[in-house]
């Protein structure tokens, strides 16, 4: 990107800018959430739609000059249900989270119940973290995972939950969960307490997208959310999908099943947020649009392929992986356990030889979340680069040694090693 305008005008980010874009060059990421976006969407996220307000939606409008912004808007909403097979896509959602409480916010009242994927077992903080607002407004029952050694969700104690608890939405989804999920079974116990079956696939939206993991909305799930910069590789900001059929968005229907896409849309607006940002939309389109090429389908086996041969080298050197190893593009592995090492500090020595990840806690950790048990870590960002099994493989082998050996000469040695790995596998500019 040439960024000579910021450098004339302000050097000190301009040099801050610079060190980052480095840092992503000679270094590999490996946290699972994150990846690299095409340059036609970093074009998009910096045109001139940033300076657009465009309160409301397509065709209903609360500003005058839409004749673009309209049109726009309606193509990542198209590209989104194509990919998804949705009825509705609202693409105003700023983040994740954003998404999620706009969900939650269109179908409940105050006090309602929601039951979601225990924290520990790999469910994400939207879903009903203590420490979030939204734990205060409403209700969150958790189920989990039966051992996590397999990692295999106990779906017998979910509905068990549900049939006490009678929760208005069931979620799947997580954040640190490395198997897949059976969704039918969830859609099933949905029905079966009349509740709305909502999935927050944010980590594996392009897996879905690339057709290597289950779509929910294959298994009668009717709201799914999902960012779109993770596996999708989009800018940052995300989408509600669902199912049923679409009135007039700004005006309150009844709360049933077939309005869900109404009360989603103005849930978002006017409820939780003001004006899109349309520049991100944008974004999203040109993202979308990268995610229906063939190359995406390639693209997404890749990501997976690579995991499981990653967490085939942990397996083989004896580090427990929570879940056993791997279904999608994330490894949760029990470092403090297996190889005498916190996940903090395992965290701070890989970034001291260029592979960024981050600490996670496990199922049943005895220590603290700031410097739990476990680190995460996955294969959207450098299967982007290129990288293929016998890459990763190498780069697995080194991060063991790293965790094993503990010392400077090693972590030398490695920052070496990965420097070189970088720099034969750039980031592509274009995936089409
Ligand atoms: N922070 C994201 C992740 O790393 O999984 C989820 O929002």
Not at 299 to 324: C, D, P, T, W
């Amino acid at each position: 990107m040439d960024y000579s305008h910021i450098r004339n005008e302000d050097l000190d980010l301009y040099n801050l800018i610079e060190g980052e874009e480095k840092r992503q060059r000679e270094g590999l990421e490996l946290i699972p959430s994150e990846n690299y976006v095409s340059l036609a969407v970093r074009e998009a996220m910096s045109c001139a739609l940033t300076n657009k307000y465009s309160e409301g939606y397509p065709g209903k409008r609360y500003y005058g000059g839409q004749e673009y912004t309209d049109q726009i808007e309606t193509l990542a909403i198209e590209r989104a249900k194509k990919i998804f097979g949705a009825d509705h896509a609202n693409v105003q959602a700023l983040s994740g989270a954003a998404a999620n409480i706009g969900a939650y916010f269109a179908w409940l009242e105050p006090g309602d119940t929601i039951l979601g994927m225990d924290l520990a077992h790999g469910g994400h903080l939207t879903h009903g973290a203590p420490v979030t607002y939204m734990a205060k407004l409403f209700k969150f029952v958790r189920y989990g995972m039966k051992d996590p050694d397999t990692g295999e969700i106990d779906y017998d104690q979910l509905r068990e939950i549900a049939l006490k608890e009678r929760p208005k939405i069931i979620l799947g989804g997580f954040s640190g969960y490395s198997r897949s999920i059976d969704w039918k079974k969830i859609a099933e116990i949905a029905r079966e307490v009349d509740a709305v079956a909502m999935a927050d696939v944010a980590h594996i939206a392009g897996l879905i997208a690339g057709g290597v993991a289950e779509n929910p909305f294959d298994h009668g799930f009717n709201i799914v959310t999902t960012t779109t910069h993770k596996t999708l590789r989009g800018p940052r900001g995300a989408m509600i999908l669902s199912k049923g059929t679409v009135s007039n968005p700004l005006r309150a229907p009844e709360k049933t099943m077939e309005n869900l896409p109404t009360l989603i849309d103005r849930s978002v607006f006017p409820g939780l947020q003001g004006g899109p940002h349309m520049h991100q939309i944008a974004a999203k389109a040109v993202a979308f649009n990268e995610a229906l090429h063939p190359n995406f389908k390639t693209y997404a086996h890749q990501v997976v392929s690579n995991a499981k041969a990653m967490a085939e080298v942990f397996k083989e050197e004896g580090v427990r992986l929570i879940g056993g190893g791997t279904d999608n593009h994330l490894i949760l592995a029990d470092v403090y356990g297996s190889l005498d090492i916190s996940g903090g500090d395992a965290e701070t020595l890989l970034d001291a030889a260029g592979i960024t990840l981050n600490k996670n806690s496990i199922a049943g950790d005895t220590r603290k979340p700031f410097d739990p048990s476990g680190i995460r870590f996955g294969t959207p960002a450098i299967t982007t680069r290129g990288f293929k099994e016998e890459q990763v493989i190498e780069v697995a082998r080194i991060m063991i040694e790293v965790l094993k050996n503990k010392d400077d000469a090693t972590v030398a040695k490695a920052r070496a090693s990965i420097k070189e790995l970088a720099e034969a596998n750039p980031v592509p500019e274009s995936f089409i």
